[in-house]
């Protein structure tokens, strides 16, 4: 079964990140390092909304709210952008797969 | 062609609205109720925001379009619990079923639009947080194009702030309820402005708002706009927060007058509620209830609330960690449905009855809320109604329903959270939804000053549809509502039964509506099912 690239991946996550920010005051780069809540300053229901963009996206439904409560249950501080693409590259079915 | 706009006031009421037409508040509303179709409009079971306005729009119910609750289980076989978008929405809606007659529709403020239904015509959603409003409205550049062009248009100020709206239900202080107040009513100039903006400059045959302050006011201030509350004596700080309210529907009144210029005698416009409202005095902790009569344990997550807390638990999306689901044979995750769940083992959980004994056991637990959940101090019943999933939520989403739904005598929402006993006094009378809505109608053809027999939430779609001379879909669950209009006008205007409504573009393929009414695609799937040596 053929994967996903990561590459590409974080190119398309990071642009739906970065295309929020025009009415937003951040500027910085977003990178894999980026924490959605201390950085992004993001509050749980903008991480339901950013889950409920990508599935959109990729026109494709997927375990955000198991994904989110697992992180809220181990107690983390934040969740970065790369966790968010360990995420789908575990579960983003391919993108040929995913429109059959 | 008439053109139809669907004016929405969640929550409201006759109670209130008539009240303050009385007073003088809301002239114009009750003008128009003078020279309309007018009724109760039920709302589905529960009555709720995310339910209701989806059966509205899309006409059919629950267990059909998918849409239970504010949150709800990720799938039928997941045990996370997360918050509903339009990706949950499995049936068309009624701004896809006009778009494929050829006319155009704009939808404003409607929750579980996000991320928008790319319609012909323009979405945006309600009930998102003001970073994704832009990238959750359709077109992309409709919020861009509303920036240059719509003179003090603010994101932020359009956008729901989930902090200052748990307010309504957790409670807020005194001095905290006039800036409350305020900045319902700059929300809702915010969205008002936007329905003015592209009445004028991006026309469409259907269009609907939903003003959702009416909802917020009247949880937290029911004490002061309901008139079987009034003081006898009022004291200052009374008379002052219940005028901000009623500047709250001074304005909603004044949007109402400036929507009826900006439309022609060849239109209709709607004023439909998602539910009613009422009060409520007290506080049942389901849980605590359930752990009494040893159906329920607690993991040792769960806190105990204080005493004093109006919280009721709608704010925890997670609630599921709080049980020990190893001894748990009922829990309640959500205050706002009044949803009791039966795990089963499999699926969802796994823990749980055997399957075989889920039957039996519901039968108990029926029994036990309907006769012996009471109030310990007079033995008062305290359930009033029971709804089992087959009753309230029939259809192929079923399984993501709560396995009953509970009607407490005071129609309250009972509360999620570890409680200090079982059923308290609430501090001050709460605004809790009530299943009797509201509907009026005026346009062409509209029977004037008719009070009309209770509708259903399912009635509105092919009720609007009718009056925009479109086909029905064979398949919505509602009917025409006939006597809206006058008889002479329903006999020169016979309803068109049309093709049944779509499937959403966002569903998975494999998952269809109809298979057994539809010859061909029933026989593929026998032809499946032989070849998975299911069947001969």
Not at chain 2, 22 to 38: L, Q, T
Not at chain 2, 166 to 185: N, R, V
Not at chain 2, 228 to 245: K, N, T, V
Not at chain 2, 493 to 517: I, M, Q, S, W, Y
Request: glycine share 8%.
């Amino acid at each position: 079964m053929a994967t996903r690239d990561r590459n590409a991946l974080r190119e398309e996550v990071l642009k739906i990140l970065t295309d929020l920010r025009e009415d937003w005051e951040y500027s910085d780069e977003i990178t894999e390092q980026t924490g959605i809540f201390k950085d992004l300053e993001f509050e749980s229901i903008d991480a339901v909304a950013m889950g409920s963009a990508i599935e959109e996206h990729f026109n494709q439904s997927l375990p955000f709210a198991e994904f989110l409560t697992k992180a809220n249950e181990r107690q983390a501080e934040d969740i970065t952008v790369g966790e968010v693409l360990d995420f789908l590259l575990e579960n983003l079915k391919p993108a040929q797969e995913a429109k059959s | 062609m008439s053109r139809v706009v669907l004016f929405g006031l969640d929550g409201a009421t006759y109670t209130v609205m008539d009240d303050l037409v009385r007073r003088g508040v809301m002239p114009c509303f009750g003008a128009f109720r003078e020279r309309s179709a007018w009724g109760t409009l039920m709302s589905v079971v529960p009555p709720l925001t995310p339910p209701a306005w989806t059966t509205m729009v899309t006409g059919r119910s629950p267990g059909h379009h998918g849409i239970t609750n504010f949150l709800q289980f990720e799938s039928e076989a997941s045990k996370y619990v997360r918050v509903v978008t339009s990706r949950e929405v499995c049936c068309e809606t009624i701004w896809s079923i006009v778009g494929r007659q050829g006319k155009r529709a704009g939808c404003l403020n409607f929750v579980a639009h996000n991320p928008p239904p790319k319609i012909d015509g323009y979405v945006i959603p309600g009930w998102i947080p003001w970073r994704w409003v832009k990238k959750h409205s359709h077109p992309a550049n409709l919020i861009d194009g509303l920036k240059e062009t719509l003179s003090g248009f603010d994101v932020k100020e359009l956008a729901v702030d989930f902090n200052e709206e748990q307010k309504a239900i957790a409670g807020a202080e005194l001095a905290d309820y006039e800036p409350w107040i305020d900045l319902h009513i700059r929300r809702e100039r915010q969205w008002f402005a936007i329905l003015e903006h592209q009445l004028q400059r991006d026309p469409a045959e259907l269009v609907g708002i939903v003003l959702d302050g009416v909802d917020k006011l009247q949880h937290l201030l029911w004490g002061y706009l309901d008139p079987a509350m009034e003081p006898a004596s009022p004291d200052e700080s009374f008379l002052r927060i219940r005028e901000r309210c009623w500047d709250y529907f001074r304005e909603v009144d004044g949007f109402l007058e400036k929507l009826l210029k900006l439309v022609s005698d060849e239109d209709y416009i709607v004023i439909a509620s998602d539910h009613g409202f009422c009060g409520t005095n007290e506080l049942l902790y389901i849980n605590n209830w359930l752990e009494a009569q040893g159906y329920l344990t607690w993991s040792d997550k769960a806190e105990v609330v204080p005493d004093d807390s109006a919280e009721i638990g709608e704010a925890h999306p997670y609630h599921l960690t709080e049980f020990d689901l190893d001894k748990t044979r009922a829990y309640a995750i959500s205050a706002s449905n009044n949803g009791i769940y039966i795990p089963v083992r499999g699926g969802r959980h796994e823990v749980g009855l055997e399957p075989e004994q889920y039957e039996s056991f519901r039968a108990e637990l029926i029994d036990r809320l309907l006769n012996h959940c009471v109030d310990p101090s007079t033995g008062e019943k305290l359930v009033t109604r029971i709804w089992t999933k087959e009753e309230a939520f029939s259809g192929p989403k079923m399984q993501l329903a709560p396995d009953l739904t509970l009607e407490l005598r005071d129609k309250g929402f009972f509360s999620v959270l570890r409680g200090q006993g079982v059923l308290r006094r609430r501090p001050m009378t709460a605004g809790i939804h009530h299943p009797e809505g509201i509907l009026l109608m005026n346009g062409p053809g509209v029977a004037s000053g008719t009070s009309l027999p209770t509708m259903q939430m399912v009635d509105v779609a092919p009720t609007m549809l009718y009056a925009m001379g479109l086909a029905i879909p064979e398949d919505l669950e509602g009917r025409v509502v006939t006597e809206v209009f006058d008889p002479a006008y329903v006999s020169a205007h016979p309803a068109v039964t049309g093709a049944k409504t779509v499937r959403p573009a966002h569903l998975p393929p494999e998952e269809t509506n109809d298979l057994a009414d539809d010859p061909e695609s029933e026989e593929q799937v026998m032809m499946r099912l032989k070849a998975l040596g299911y069947i001969d």
